[in-house]
């Protein structure tokens, strides 16, 4: 089964950037779509980026501008970056995957990485 390594969370000052990485098991990356969600306290889990196995991407528009998903197929490893960043944006982030042509949905997920904006 998938399993998501997540790393590069911390604390960071506001205006100040991080890369997050999550890297994900098995043989079969490239038929993934992969993203990245993150969930504040008290509020819901919203997605972030999604990078699919077709090559496209897709940004939460609040966030487009400010953040970048990219994946690296051979090292079966899908990349955040994030910069300008606010306290706002405080929150876990969570890795998903979700394999291609299956019969139903299937979701994969990280165990989060805490990312602190303060001064």
């Known amino acids: 089964q998938v399993q998501l390594v997540e790393s590069g969370g911390g604390l960071v000052q506001p205006g100040g950037s991080l890369r997050l990485s999550c890297a994900a098991s098995g043989s079969i990356f490239s038929s993934y779509d992969m993203g990245w969600y993150r969930q504040a306290p008290g509020k819901q889990r919203e997605l972030v980026a999604v990078?699919?196995?077709?090559?496209?991407?897709n940004y939460a528009d609040s966030l487009k501008g400010r953040f970048t998903i990219s994946r690296d197929n051979a090292k079966n490893t899908v990349y955040l970056q994030m910069n300008s960043l606010k306290p706002e944006d405080t929150a876990v982030y969570y890795c998903n995957a979700r394999p291609q042509r299956t019969l139903i949905t299937l979701d994969y997920w990280g165990q989060g990485t805490q990312v602190t904006v303060s001064s």
């Open positions: 990078a699919t196995s077709g090559g496209s991407t």
